[in-house]
């Protein structure tokens, strides 16, 4: 197994520290860049290993998924197959719904209990309102433990919002510490929270205290940096990407618990050129991978993918979700998360995340199989 790094992620900085600096950098840091490296990369490797007829898969989650299955689709000569896990390619231009994400997020905490939707969906106008001027602001920054006081109601806002909308990705069924350290059903966990407390407690400590269980499940936080623009999980670089070629338009419905917001390729594109000087390419990926009327375009030129989603991410609707063919495979799961199959096998493993693993494993096997059987025949 080879993990490969992203170019202008972890340590590939190909400029080093200057790598973010400008457009005239950051203009290298593309999916078709990273494409084209991964392809060098596996040539490179297997002629070094004198294994140049050895069959090749290709693994990716979540971003990672989306690139493994667009490899397949540009290098077929490289990658005999792709496992692409809660990658979604459809969430692009107007082919899934723009409010689907906030509305499977909505629903995650909905299906858990009716209260904890209507208490997290209720607390936007109470932080707004109590956050309208400095006393409150004041008062707000005491109630959420923030190590400097907030300038912004909205700072508060979007911390609750990053809480509750990463919690629904990792909703995985096992302790884990993909984001941050959880328990298992951590949405299940949240809701609890919120429904222990008597009706008539103060809301904004109902939210307080289920954030809480996203950041400080540890107990080891004395504070929390809500303000500091820090950058916990190395974003740094998919910033450049959403303002470039990446632009998923999402929107916020009214029966999401989350406020109504709305989407513009305009605002996105001033936003863009504001912080980075360049405007998006809102139709490139569409372009340059397709993606409208996937079906029926895999069905009659793709093969051997698959792509696994778990229906408690968010992800997963913008994912491919039904068979294509009987090579380019959907693997749904109701209760996985965010690429919940590349996840180490653990104890508490559920029978459906088994099996879904030794399914995905059974049908790489036939690919390989057949790869094989291919390369034994004659050619003229
Ligand atoms: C890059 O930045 C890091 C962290 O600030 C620093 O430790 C390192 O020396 C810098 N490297 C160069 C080549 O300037
Ligand atoms: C293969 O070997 C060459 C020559 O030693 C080296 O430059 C290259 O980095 C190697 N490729 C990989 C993928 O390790
Ligand atoms: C984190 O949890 C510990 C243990 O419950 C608590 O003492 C501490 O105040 C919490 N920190 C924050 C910032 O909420
Ligand atoms: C918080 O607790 C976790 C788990 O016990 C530990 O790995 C981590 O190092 C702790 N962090 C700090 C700042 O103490
Ligand atoms: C919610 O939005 C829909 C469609 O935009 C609209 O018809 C409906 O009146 C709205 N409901 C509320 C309560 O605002
Ligand atoms: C796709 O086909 C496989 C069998 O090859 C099946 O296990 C799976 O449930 C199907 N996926 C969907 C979404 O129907």
Same mark, same amino acid.
């Given at each position: 197994?080879?993990?490969?790094?992203?170019?202008?992620?972890?340590?590939?900085?190909?400029?080093?520290?200057?790598?973010?600096?400008?457009?005239?950098?950051?203009?290298?840091?593309?999916?078709?860049?990273?494409?084209?490296?991964?392809?060098?990369?596996?040539?490179?490797?297997?002629?070094?290993?004198?294994?140049?007829?050895?069959?090749?898969?290709?693994?990716?989650?979540?971003?990672?998924?989306?690139?493994?299955?667009?490899?397949?689709?540009?290098?077929?000569?490289?990658?005999?197959?792709?496992?692409?896990?809660?990658?979604?390619?459809?969430?692009?231009?107007?082919?899934?719904?723009?409010?689907?994400?906030?509305?499977?997020?909505?629903?995650?905490?909905?299906?858990?209990?009716?209260?904890?939707?209507?208490?997290?969906?209720?607390?936007?106008?109470?932080?707004?309102?109590?956050?309208?001027?400095?006393?409150?602001?004041?008062?707000?920054?005491?109630?959420?433990?923030?190590?400097?006081?907030?300038?912004?109601?909205?700072?508060?806002?979007?911390?609750?919002?990053?809480?509750?909308?990463?919690?629904?990705?990792?909703?995985?069924?096992?302790?884990?510490?993909?984001?941050?350290?959880?328990?298992?059903?951590?949405?299940?966990?949240?809701?609890?929270?919120?429904?222990?407390?008597?009706?008539?407690?103060?809301?904004?400590?109902?939210?307080?205290?289920?954030?809480?269980?996203?950041?400080?499940?540890?107990?080891?936080?004395?504070?929390?940096?809500?303000?500091?623009?820090? #950058? %916990?999980?190395?974003? =740094? +670089?998919?910033?450049?990407?959403?303002?470039?070629?990446? *632009?998923?338009?999402? /929107?916020?419905?009214?029966?999401?618990?989350?406020?109504?917001?709305?989407?513009?390729?305009?605002?996105?594109?001033?936003?863009?050129?504001?912080?980075?000087?360049?405007?998006?390419?809102?139709?490139?990926?569409?372009?340059?991978?397709?993606?409208?009327?996937?079906?029926?375009?895999?069905?009659?030129?793709?093969?051997?993918?698959?792509?696994?989603?778990?229906?408690? #991410? %968010?992800?997963?609707? =913008? +994912?491919?979700?039904?068979?294509?063919?009987?090579?380019? *495979?959907?693997?749904? /799961?109701?209760?996985?998360?965010?690429?919940?199959?590349?996840?180490?096998?653990?104890?508490?493993?559920?029978?459906?995340?088994?099996?879904?693993?030794?399914?995905?494993?059974?049908?790489?096997?036939?690919?390989?199989?057949?790869?094989?059987?291919?390369?034994?025949?004659?050619?003229?």
């Amino acid at each position: 197994m080879v993990d490969v790094q992203h170019r202008f992620y972890g340590e590939s900085k190909p400029f080093g520290n200057d790598s973010y600096k400008s457009a005239q950098t950051l203009g290298y840091l593309t999916s078709t860049q990273a494409l084209a490296d991964f392809a060098v990369l596996i040539r490179s490797l297997k002629h070094n290993l004198s294994a140049e007829d050895a069959p090749v898969v290709v693994f990716g989650g979540s971003y990672g998924g989306m690139l493994a299955s667009w490899f397949r689709l540009k290098y077929p000569h490289v990658a005999i197959g792709a496992l692409a896990s809660s990658a979604p390619i459809l969430q692009f231009d107007y082919i899934t719904p723009w409010s689907s994400f906030y509305d499977a997020v909505s629903q995650d905490y909905k299906s858990e209990s009716l209260n904890c939707f209507s208490v997290l969906k209720a607390t936007w106008d109470v932080l707004d309102e109590r956050g309208a001027n400095d006393k409150g602001l004041l008062e707000l920054s005491k109630l959420f433990k923030a190590c400097k006081t907030v300038k912004y109601a909205y700072s508060i806002r979007n911390w609750l919002w990053t809480a509750f909308t990463y919690t629904a990705m990792v909703d995985y069924p096992t302790p884990a510490n993909f984001l941050e350290n959880l328990p298992a059903y951590p949405v299940k966990e949240m809701c609890k929270i919120i429904d222990g407390y008597p009706t008539n407690t103060d809301i904004l400590e109902k939210a307080f205290a289920a954030a809480s269980l996203y950041y400080n499940y540890t107990g080891n936080l004395t504070c929390n940096p809500i303000e500091d623009e820090d #950058d %916990p999980h190395g974003l =740094g +670089g998919w910033q450049w990407q959403a303002c470039t070629e990446m *632009i998923m338009p999402m /929107t916020v419905s009214n029966e999401s618990m989350f406020p109504p917001s709305s989407f513009s390729y305009h605002d996105r594109s001033e936003e863009c050129l504001e912080s980075w000087g360049v405007r998006p390419r809102p139709h490139w990926v569409t372009t340059e991978y397709g993606g409208y009327k996937i079906d029926k375009v895999l069905k009659r030129f793709g093969s051997n993918i698959i792509f696994s989603n778990g229906m408690r #991410d %968010p992800w997963s609707r =913008g +994912g491919v979700l039904k068979n294509i063919s009987s090579s380019i *495979i959907a693997l749904v /799961t109701e209760k996985g998360a965010h690429h919940l199959d590349f996840r180490s096998a653990t104890k508490g493993d559920p029978d459906w995340v088994i099996e879904q693993r030794r399914q995905e494993v059974e049908i790489m096997q036939g690919w390989i199989d057949q790869y094989h059987q291919d390369m034994a025949e004659i050619y003229y």
